[in-house]
């Protein structure tokens, strides 16, 4: 299991020789420093589940690119967490193609059955609950992932089971 180590902003990262060796070999499959930010960012998020603020000035300082660039795309992407998370991360799909597939339903239902609003935790650090504007899968709705798991054409009734994978 991660440990999750939480920083405040201003206090030094200290990141493990590890994860610096690992962004620094990344450095070598690009051209341009920039093109490892995401790289390295993924490195520091799967140590600690997340990417503390702090974190963001040691990646750049190691690719030697500005801070900004490194926060650019930190925040861009949407599966790069710039707080704790719990465990697993449920990120449901509220996109039109979802909304008119019974999106509503199953996401109130989620809601209930975890006591939690979307952005939230629970409170054992299970799950995070994140909505997202597209899975891809307009087709099959209603969509969401946890972890890395996609899950088409859910159902209300289908939600019980669906959780208790992720004991």
Request: proline share 5%; aromatic share 8%; net charge negative.
């Amino acid at each position: 299991m991660n440990k999750i180590i939480l920083t405040q902003r201003g206090a030094p990262y200290e990141m493990a020789a590890e994860d610096r060796a690992e962004i620094e070999h990344s450095l070598h499959h690009y051209d341009d420093p920039r093109a490892a930010s995401i790289d390295a960012l993924k490195v520091i998020q799967r140590r600690h589940g997340w990417v503390p603020n702090n974190a963001i000035r040691e990646i750049a300082l190691i690719l030697q690119i500005p801070d900004s660039d490194v926060e650019g795309v930190a925040t861009f992407y949407n599966r790069i967490y710039r707080s704790p998370v719990g465990r697993h991360v449920i990120t449901v799909c509220d996109s039109i193609g979802c909304f008119l597939t019974g999106f509503e339903e199953v996401y109130a239902a989620l809601q209930q059955r975890l006591g939690i609003k979307p952005g939230q935790t629970t409170s054992d650090n299970r799950f995070t609950l994140i909505p997202t504007c597209c899975l891809g899968a307009c087709d099959r709705g209603p969509v969401l992932m946890i972890n890395d798991d996609t899950y088409f054409n859910l159902t209300v009734d289908q939600l019980d089971a669906l959780l208790e994978k992720y004991a």
